[in-house]
C-alpha cells in the first residue's frame, strides 16, 4: 500500500492502490473492476475529498492535446491537464481561460470539480465555463452530458467533487487572449471595505490580503493591458521567515503583522493573462473559505476580526477578500447571487481548528456557505438545507453510482440524504 498526502499535509490516506491508467479504456476498465474509488487532481483541497482505502486514480499520465472547437469560443481539455499547462497551451492558439485563481498547479478537472474560482465582479468560477463533460462512470461506461444531452447529468457535473463518476475530457469556454496589468498597494482597511463596491466595479479583478492584527489591507488589482511581458513574481522568502518565526514565537504575530504590512511596497506589472494570475505559494497552510451574499462581506470581514482579536488568536497568515459572481450551478455556493469570498488561513504547522470554528461561526452567520474544498464542519442536513436543488443533485447521483462506489468517508456524511 502507498501513503497519499494532500497538498497540506492535514490529510493522510493509504489507498488499496494508486493507478495511473494511459488511456480512456483503462480508465474505464480500471472504474468497472474497482468497489471503491476517489479520482485525484493534484490534491490541493483541504477537505478529505480523496482519501480512500480502495483504488486512487489520477489521471496524471493521461494529459493529450486540447482540440480547438470549431465555435472558437470552447475547447476540449484532457480532465488531467493542469490549469498551468492547459493555460500555455491556449495561449500558444490565441486564447486564456475567462478568470482564473491564485494559484495554476491543479489539474483543470480538480479544480472545476470543487467550483475553484479567481476574483472578478463579473466571472464566475472556472466551472461556470465547463460547458461539457466527457466521464466515466461507475460501470465503466463512457458517456458525454452538456445543456443539451442527460441535461441533468451535465447540472449535476458542474460541481460535483468527483461523486458522479471520473471526468476524462472537459469542454470549457475561452476568451481571445489576453493580458493583463497588476498594480499591488497597500491602503487603510477601512477605507477599502467603505469603498469596496467602487473598487470592484472599477476594474477587471481586485481581492486583498489583510492580517487580523494589521490595519492596512494589501490590495491586489488587474485590469486589461495592451502590452508587457514581465512576470516577476511577488511574493519571496521573507515571509516564510516570518511564518516560521510566529510560529516558534505566536506571541509576535501582532508585530510582525504590522511590520510585514508596513514594509509592502507598491509595484506594477504586466504579461499575458495566466502568466499574471497565479502566484507562488511555497509555504503550506490550511484554509476555510465562505462564500457570503455580496452585501454582508465587509462586516462580516469586520467581525472575523474582531473575533480573533478578541480572543487573541494566534493567527498569522492574512485573510484574503475576493469578488465572485453569482451562477446557478446546483452544488455552487454562489448559486444565490454575487458573492464575496472570504478566506481565512493558518501555516500548515500551527494549531488551526479551534480558530477555524471561531471564524466558521461568524461566516456562517453572515449568510455564506463554504467552498467543499476547504475546510467546513457541514454535515448532510446543513447540505439540505443550504443547498435548494441538493436532493434533486442526490437523485442524480443514485442514478449514475447506485452503490456510492465514488464516495468515501467524508462524502457519505456529506451527501447522506443520497444514499
Ligand atoms: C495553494 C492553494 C491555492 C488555492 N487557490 C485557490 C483559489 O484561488 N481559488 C479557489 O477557489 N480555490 C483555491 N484552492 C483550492 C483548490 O483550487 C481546490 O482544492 C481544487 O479542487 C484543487 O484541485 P486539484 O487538482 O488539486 O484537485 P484535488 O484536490 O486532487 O481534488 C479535488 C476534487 O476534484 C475531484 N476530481 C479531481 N479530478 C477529477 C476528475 N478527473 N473527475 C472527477 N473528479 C475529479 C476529486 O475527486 C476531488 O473531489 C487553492 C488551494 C491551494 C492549496
Known amino acids: 500500500m502507498e501513503s497519499w498526502r494532500n497538498w497540506s499535509g492535514s490529510v493522510v490516506a493509504t489507498p488499496a492502490r494508486i493507478a495511473v ?17 476517489r479520482v485525484v487532481g493534484t490534491g490541493h483541497s483541504f477537505m478529505p475529498l480523496c482519501e480512500t482505502d480502495g483504488v486512487l486514480i489520477s489521471l496524471a499520465d493521461m494529459s493529450g492535446e486540447i482540440e480547438v472547437c470549431p465555435d472558437r469560443e470552447t475547447v476540449w481539455s484532457p480532465a488531467g491537464l493542469s490549469i498551468g ?7 500558444a492558439r490565441g486564447f486564456s481561460l475567462l478568470n482564473q485563481g491564485d494559484i495554476d498547479k491543479q489539474a483543470i478537472a480538480g479544480a472545476i470539480a470543487t467550483g475553484t474560482h479567481g476574483t472578478g465582479r463579473t466571472l464566475g468560477s472556472l466551472s461556470t465555463a465547463a460547458r461539457a463533460f466527457r466521464m466515466v462512470l461507475a460501470d465503466g461506461s463512457v458517456v458525454e452530458c452538456d445543456a443539451t444531452r442527460d441535461p441533468d447529468l451535465y447540472e449535476a457535473q458542474r460541481v460535483s467533487l468527483g461523486a458522479l463518476g471520473v471526468m476524462s475530457r472537459i469542454k470549457i469556454a475561452v476568451a481571445p487572449a489576453y493580458r493583463l496589468r497588476e498594480t499591488i498597494r497597500r491602503a487603510p482597511l477601512d477605507e477599502v471595505l467603505n469603498g469596496w463596491d467602487q473598487l470592484a466595479a472599477g476594474h477587471r479583478h481586485v481581492e486583498f490580503f489583510v492580517f487580523p492584527y494589521a490595519d492596512q489591507a494589501l490590495l491586489k488589482i488587474l485590469d486589461l493591458a495592451q502590452e508587457g511581458d514581465d512576470p516577476t513574481p511577488t511574493e519571496g522568502g521573507t515571509y516564510k521567515l516570518f511564518c516560521d518565526i510566529a510560529t516558534a514565537a505566536p506571541f509576535l504575530a501582532p508585530t510582525l503583522q504590522r511590520i510585514m504590512t508596513g514594509a509592502i511596497t507598491s509595484s506594477t506589472r504586466a504579461a499575458p493573462a495566466h502568466r499574471i494570475f497565479p502566484s507562488e505559494r511555497d509555504t503550506r497552510f490550511e484554509e476555510m473559505e465562505y462564500e457570503i451574499p455580496a452585501a454582508a462581506g465587509p462586516d462580516a470581514l469586520r467581525a472575523a476580526i474582531k473575533e480573533v482579536r478578541r480572543r487573541r488568536l494566534p493567527i498569522i497568515f492574512p485573510f484574503e477578500f475576493r469578488t465572485v459572481a453569482g451562477d446557478d450551478i446546483w452544488m455552487s455556493p454562489m448559486n444565490a447571487g454575487p458573492c464575496v469570498s472570504i478566506s481565512f488561513h493558518q501555516y500548515a504547522r500551527m494549531p488551526w481548528r479551534e480558530a477555524f470554528a471561531v471564524v466558521e461561526g461568524v461566516f456562517a452567520a453572515a449568510g455564506g ?4 474544498a476547504k475546510r467546513h464542519t457541514l454535515n448532510a442536513d446543513d447540505v439540505v438545507r443550504l443547498f435548494p436543488m441538493a436532493k434533486r443533485w442526490g437523485e442524480v447521483r443514485k442514478r449514475v453510482d447506485p452503490t456510492g462506489k465514488f464516495l468515501n468517508a467524508h462524502l457519505r456524511q456529506l451527501f447522506a440524504f443520497s444514499i
Do not use: F, M
Open 21 to 37: 491508467p494511459k488511456t480512456e479504456a483503462e480508465l474505464s476498465a480500471i472504474v468497472a473492476a474497482a468497489e471503491n474509488v
Open 85 to 91: 499547462a492547459l493555460t500555455q497551451a491556449l495561449w
Open 369 to 372: 456557505r463554504p467552498h467543499w
